[in-house]
């Protein structure tokens, strides 16, 4: 995807939504419900040049039509959501047809190897406890699968690696499916 519209999830200081735009001509917007990171995001972009719309709001009822988006990104703010079915159903509602998903986060079942690597290369004793404490509310690739059974969401993908995993979603109807039966299936390998 060279272009589109994005919508990031969760932006914190922008970080993540700054860099695509500096990649691709992207109609972006990070949408999060802490107003303090929100006007970090707004200043970060400023000084990096950039256009990125950042709203103050809740992913669980998101403020934007039904199939706005041709993707949408979360990093690392699943374990916050405090309603993950309704936020992940939203994210479903806001999709194109055909748009995709993906949401990223920490392992809750990560080995304390894995963690204190990490954690060692980590200067602040306060983001060291953070990364610590968002591992501790994470969850595990089974939890995931068992959420996105509850969400509208019919195909998918749930990846691991030592320490974070990645959920690949796409709004795309399974063939054949029948409009009155709507099947379950959330591929996972």
Do not use: C
Not at 33 to 49: C, V, W
Not at 91 to 102: D, E, I, Q, W
């Amino acid at each position: 995807m060279k272009s589109g519209k994005i919508l990031e999830i969760g932006p914190g200081p922008g970080y993540l939504s700054i860099e695509i735009a500096k990649i691709g001509d992207y109609q972006i917007i990070g949408l999060d419900i802490s107003e303090t990171m929100t006007e970090i995001a707004k200043r970060n972009m400023q000084e990096a040049r950039v256009e990125v719309e950042f709203q103050l709001g809740n992913a669980a009822n998101m403020p934007f039509r039904d199939n706005t988006f041709d993707f949408v990104v979360s990093s690392g703010s699943l374990h916050h959501w405090k309603e993950p079915v309704k936020v992940i159903n939203e994210v479903y509602r806001v999709l194109k047809t055909n748009g995709k998903a993906l949401i990223g986060d920490l392992r809750k079942n990560a080995s304390k190897e894995e963690i204190d690597k990490i954690a060692k290369k980590i200067d602040s004793f306060i983001m060291r406890w953070g990364l610590r404490h968002s591992i501790k509310e994470a969850y595990t690739k089974d939890e995931i699968m068992e959420l996105l059974s509850k969400t509208e969401f019919k195909k998918g993908e749930v990846k691991e690696n030592p320490l974070a995993v990645e959920i690949w979603l796409i709004n795309k109807p399974l063939k054949n499916e029948s409009p009155s039966e709507p099947s379950k299936q959330i591929d996972n390998q």
